[in-house]
């Protein structure tokens, strides 16, 4: 719910980019992002495809710590 | 197991009209599987991190609720009401600049976007008067310019729905064409026939939803007031407002009615933000030794936490109900409104979907199949 995974850049082809969370990949759009991106950053990636905000490396790291003991766990 | 897991919608079209409409709502992971054993303290942490969408709401909610299970009071408050009146002034400004116009066919405004959010995040980072001004005089310059066409006190004064109407014909910014488009007949259709959640008072909070909160397991996924389906949101919020409630009078909670409520919305917003006023979006309630409630309103509508703590202080259980579980409830609004929409091709059925799943504005993507009866 309301969820936003912090996904890893693993490439840059102008204003797009390939971004990586728990093995899946997607293309998604850096037009909403002001300041620059450069591969390795984890950004949060809007419903529509929009990268709209960079995540620290420490929070993001955290982030997918706690969020990889749920994988697998029965969903409500 | 995909964590941003998407809302399924699947049609039923039998050349003419959509027959039948079924809603899986997203698989959601259990807040509590995220901070049990956790302090106080940790999971204030954790949750917005995790909940990033309408993050500073989530942050917001989890602080109110925690110290109120803690047997203290939040912290901060009006300093969160600011943050959160700002996300939901961006949240729906982003509606009109990029979601709006691109199931219209059209690009939006991606780079004006952008600015405003760095504007907001300044003005979060500043956290001062200075800022919070800088940041509204922003975006009221983004929404008289590129949304309005027009000073938004003037656009304020508009009184009826034939003023609306004038105003849409002879303005010429993207989303007065694609508000148009919508008034000229794609949007006057969406009444699933659900009702419009009442303003969400302390007093209904405790004696209508938490006592379905509190013994439902599954209320997180299928919320329900007393029993009930309730769509939540601007519509919801603004429904008094004398233009929406011509327009709820002569045709339900349309397409163009909750769309327009949100650009009502964002004019208000506007003011709450230059001097919040009571009573504001952010609340919450001791329930108990060792419990706290939070509710707090969004972009998209009511966002309940409720957390409860063991005698030693760690997290025993935490329940979140996100507006995405109202507004897309299997029974709810979106399937409702779609059963019986005439199309006359399985294009169309599909347009129609998103164009409505687009109004009711889920925080998660979707998918929607169309299947020949």
């Known amino acids: 719910m309301c969820m936003a995974i912090p996904s890893r850049v693993i490439e840059l082809v102008g204003e797009m980019a390939t971004v990586e969370a728990f093995g899946e990949l997607r293309s998604v759009s850096l037009m909403l992002m002001s300041d620059g991106v450069a591969l390795g950053d984890y950004l949060l990636v809007q419903a529509g495809g929009f990268a709209y905000e960079r995540v620290e490396h420490q929070v993001a790291q955290e982030a997918l710590r706690i969020l990889g003991q749920v994988v697998g766990l029965p969903q409500a | ?199 969400a008072s302390r007093e209904r909070m405790l004696t209508e939803v938490l006592p379905g909160l509190e013994s439902d397991e599954h209320f997180p996924q299928h919320p329900h007031w007393q029993g009930k389906v309730m769509e939540t949101g601007s519509l919801a919020r603004m429904q008094a407002h004398p233009v ?28 709450r933000l230059r001097e919040p006023v009571e009573p504001g979006w952010v609340h919450g309630a001791a329930l108990g030794p060792g419990i706290g409630l939070a509710w707090v309103q969004t972009a998209r509508g009511l966002l309940l936490h409720r957390a409860e703590l063991d005698g030693q202080g760690s997290v025993a259980d935490y329940r979140i109900v996100a507006p995405t579980e109202w507004n897309f409830h299997p029974f709810g609004p979106c399937v409702e409104a779609l059963t019986g929409k005439p199309a006359s091709s399985a294009d169309e059925a599909r347009h129609s979907a998103e164009l409505l799943v687009q109004a009711l504005d889920p925080c998660v993507a979707y998918q929607i199949e169309v299947e020949h009866a």
Not at chain 2, 245 to 265: C, D, K, P, T, V
Request: net charge neutral; aromatic share 6%.
């Open chain 2, 1 to 199: 197991m995909n964590l941003e897991a998407k809302i399924h919608i699947k049609l039923r079209w039998d050349g003419r009209r959509i027959v039948r409409a079924e809603l899986q709502p997203r698989p959601l992971v259990r807040a509590t599987e995220l901070v049990r054993g956790k302090t106080a303290g940790q999971a204030a942490i954790i949750i917005p991190m995790l909940f990033s969408i309408c993050g500073k709401a989530q942050g917001a909610a989890a602080a109110v609720a925690l110290a109120f299970a803690q047997g203290g009071a939040p912290e901060r408050v009006a300093e969160r009401e600011r943050l959160v009146l700002a996300e939901a002034l961006q949240e729906l400004l982003w509606r009109f600049l990029l979601d709006l116009p691109r199931i219209m066919g059209g690009q939006g405004n991606p780079p004006l976007l952008a600015a405003l959010r760095k504007g907001l995040a300044q003005a979060a980072a500043g956290q001062n008067e200075t800022a919070w001004q800088a940041f509204a005089a922003q975006a009221e310059t983004a929404l008289s310019q590129a949304i309005l066409g027009m000073p938004v006190a003037d656009w304020r004064k508009l009184a009826d729905l034939e003023q609306l109407s004038e105003w849409l014909r002879r303005t010429d910014t993207e989303t007065a064409r694609n508000l148009l488009e919508l008034w000229n007949g794609a949007g006057r259709w969406g009444d699933g026939g659900a009702a419009l959640m009442p303003a």
């Open chain 2, 244 to 271: 929406l409630a011509e327009l709820l009078r002569q045709e339900g909670a349309s397409i163009l009615a909750r769309f327009l409520a949100r650009l009502i919305e964002i004019a208000e917003l506007l003011d």
